[in-house]
């Protein structure tokens, strides 16, 4: 953290299943410190790795290493896990919205940024908008990503990365355990438009597994609604459009919407700068971090939504 770093716990909601599948009710996983340790020598393992092949004075022989894999002049093709820095506009729009709730962080300079929002994150931990502002912060980050091109990861603060330790379940592990073999053995440089072909497609299907998960985590998030219409849960505002309210519930952190239809009292203008709702007649505004409470409309299993309705 000193030297930058970002720090996100982001709560995890699972669910508690039936024999047939049907959730029955939710639970928060726990980070232990042991979860922590592991996570720590796992990130040392990247580093590392990616410094012994990416860095001139990284690779170090021993006994038991080829001579013919020194290091040469040319820089070794090699597949590191990149983080570009958040553009500058995005941050803003995260400070000015965080600023109406009543909290500050930095906008330049990576340290300062990222010692602000980590304070951030502690100032938040365990408040019902906890949720809510780490996911709007992750929003504001650039996406990381694979490469043969080597920029740094801008969150860990780290010069070199990688991804070494899951060659099971991630095909850029394997590939990159392959590549530190075959260099290890003394192999020349691999072709670097191949490799970043392969990272691109690894991208690609990072994206499209993320989007799988949150699908999946919705679909049984309406699953769990579904037997409970008629009951009212208090939530707050975790997002705001055109066409309506979206409301994150406080105790299972489900998400839903409040349509624009169904705000019956007023008619509402839609402030995007201000990330609000104000009734024309009325003043009455719906503004993100406010709380509501609702009540279960609606349960569409198909389209993976919810619809809720002020109480």
Not at 140 to 154: C, F, L, P, R, V
């Amino acid at each position: 953290f000193r030297d930058g770093s970002f720090s996100f716990e982001r709560v995890e909601v699972k669910f508690h299943i039936d024999e047939s599948g049907s959730p029955t009710g939710v639970y928060y996983k726990e980070n232990k410190e042991s979860n922590q340790l592991i996570e720590e020598f796992m990130l040392l393992a990247n580093k590392r790795v990616a410094e012994f092949i990416g860095k001139p004075s990284g690779f170090k022989m021993d006994a038991n290493t080829s001579s013919d894999a020194a290091p040469k002049t040319k820089s070794r093709t090699f597949i590191y896990r990149v983080h570009d820095k958040p553009k500058p506009d995005r941050l803003e729009s995260f400070a000015y919205f965080i600023k109406r709730l009543g909290y500050s962080i930095q906008t330049s300079g990576q340290k300062r940024i990222s010692g602000s929002i980590n304070r951030l994150m502690e100032e938040v931990r365990g408040k019902k908008e906890q949720n809510m502002i780490e996911t709007l912060a992750i929003r504001a980050m650039a996406k990381a990503e694979y490469s043969t091109m080597n920029i740094g990861h801008y969150g860990l603060s780290f010069p070199y990365y990688t991804h070494f330790t899951s060659p099971i379940r991630r095909y850029p592990d394997m590939m990159v355990h392959r590549l530190l073999d075959h260099y290890l053995k003394g192999g020349e440089s691999k072709s670097h438009q191949k490799y970043e072909s392969r990272c691109k497609h690894s991208s690609e299907m990072e994206r499209k597994a993320m989007n799988a998960e949150w699908a999946s985590i919705k679909y049984k998030q309406v699953e769990f609604l579904s037997d409970k219409i008629g009951e009212v849960f208090m939530g707050v505002i975790s997002g705001i459009t055109e066409w309506g309210i979206y409301v994150e519930l406080v105790d299972n952190k489900c998400e839903g919407m409040v349509s624009m239809r169904d705000l019956t009292d007023d008619f509402y203008d839609y402030n995007e700068d201000n990330f609000s709702l104000e009734g024309k007649k009325t003043g009455k505004k719906f503004q993100l971090g406010d709380d509501l409470k609702v009540v279960v409309a609606r349960a569409n299993l198909a389209r993976r939504q919810l619809d809720f309705k002020l109480v």
